[in-house]
């Protein structure tokens, strides 16, 4: 079965300053996908970014990068310069197989932003 | 611009009812999943649907049976419903070849309270 592991309930980060979301995995599948999702206060899910575990290279978007470490199954996103909007829940999720593809998801971070 | 559209945001509905929740996506996706979340449990897989008429259980299949008849338009169904049903909704849909990055794309979400 696969295992998304999120410790951090809650973080919170001062505007401009990068902030680090801890995300652990567990899975017996040889190839896999991560990726991360967040969630404002509105509730809609927006994707941020995804990770191939045979990519060569750690994920980036913007402002958005994954630092990818497949020996210790983690998948941490960092959050460079921090804006206000950023405040939000963050959700770490493993592409399911077994499921059509599903998701599963960790439990999540909220994450506040402050001025 | 794709979406996924659901029937309602917010629903209030009486113990024992039948209970109908309406998810339709325009990016012609044959994948289609029901999401449940509650807080400090992130999202779990209710069912999904890789086609047309075809349906899986999730993780958390009772108490609710889907239907989908039409390749766009994926139903969640509660039979009767039942105050532990109160909850988050989400809809989602990827392509079938979702394994390989594609993200999946989510609704708004409805919030369902059962009194």
């Known amino acids: 079965a696969q295992k998304i592991t999120q410790t951090q309930p809650g973080m919170f980060v001062q505007e401009k300053e990068a902030v680090t979301l801890d995300c652990t995995y567990d899975t017996s599948d040889p190839s896999y996908g991560l990726f991360w999702y967040k969630q404002p206060s509105s509730g809609e899910m927006i994707f941020l970014i995804y990770q191939g575990s045979y990519d060569q290279q750690n994920a980036t978007e913007g402002r958005y990068s994954l630092n990818f470490q497949k020996a210790r199954k983690s998948a941490n996103l960092v959050i460079s310069a921090s804006q206000l909007g950023d405040s939000a829940m963050y959700f770490c999720?493993?592409?399911?197989?077994?499921?059509?593809?599903?998701?599963?998801f960790g439990k999540g971070t909220s994450l506040l932003v402050t001025p | 611009d794709v979406k996924v559209t659901q029937s309602s945001r917010y629903l209030v509905k009486r113990t024992g009812e039948k209970v109908f929740l309406e998810c339709v996506q325009d990016?012609?996706?044959?994948?289609m999943f029901w999401y449940r979340q509650d807080p400090g449990l992130g999202l779990r897989l209710i069912y999904f649907?890789?086609?047309?008429?075809?349906?899986e259980k999730g993780d958390i299949p009772e108490g609710y049976s889907v239907s989908r008849e039409k390749k766009e338009r994926f139903s969640l169904i509660l039979e009767s419903a039942s105050t532990n049903q109160t909850s988050m909704y989400l809809c989602?849909?990827?392509?079938?070849?979702?394994?390989?990055?594609?993200?999946?794309?989510f609704g708004p979400g409805t919030r369902l309270t059962v009194l």
């Open positions: 999720a493993i592409l399911n197989s077994n499921s059509g593809y599903a998701l599963n």
């Open positions: 990016m012609d996706h044959e994948n």
């Open positions: 649907s890789y086609d047309v008429k075809m349906k």
């Open positions: 989602a849909s990827s392509s079938r070849l979702a394994g390989e990055g594609d993200e999946q794309f």
